[in-house]
């Protein structure tokens, strides 16, 4: 199973992206995934998880301005991003955990499939 992300890139405050997070081996349907990102000299933090039920949850920091999808039949999972800021900066890496649907936690240790990450970067 591998996870592997794209769509990261350099942009301005106020823009947006589209991250992807591809899948090969394997499938996201009805299962929990998530986003993550960690900026350099930060923790790694959890940024939106997806259940699957399509049950969304978002960090407080990210709230109204991120949106997590995904496609079952492409198996990608996705994180539209808009009004981005330079707090925003960091490696962003997608992850899975097939055996649970209901309930993802926002801990990074806790999902058994995970991205190498995309590097996102917020200029002023």
């Known amino acids: 199973v591998r996870l592997v992300e794209s769509g990261g890139g350099s942009v301005q405050a106020g823009g947006s992206l589209r991250l992807s997070c591809a899948a090969s081996?394997?499938?996201?349907?009805?299962?929990?995934t998530g986003w993550f990102r960690q900026a350099p000299g930060n923790w790694r933090e959890w940024v939106a998880t997806i259940g699957g039920y399509e049950s969304t949850r978002y960090a407080d920091s990210v709230k109204g301005r991120f949106i997590i999808s995904k496609d079952n039949a492409e198996n990608t999972l996705y994180l539209q991003m808009h009004s981005l800021k330079p707090e925003d900066t960091a490696m962003y890496y997608c992850?899975?955990?097939?055996?649970?649907?209901?309930?993802?936690?926002?801990?990074?240790?806790?999902?058994?499939?995970r991205g190498q990450g995309t590097q996102v970067t917020v200029s002023s």
């Open positions: 992850a899975a955990n097939p055996q649970y649907e209901r309930g993802c936690p926002g801990t990074w240790d806790w999902y058994t499939f």
């Open positions: 081996g394997h499938t996201f349907a009805r299962q929990c």
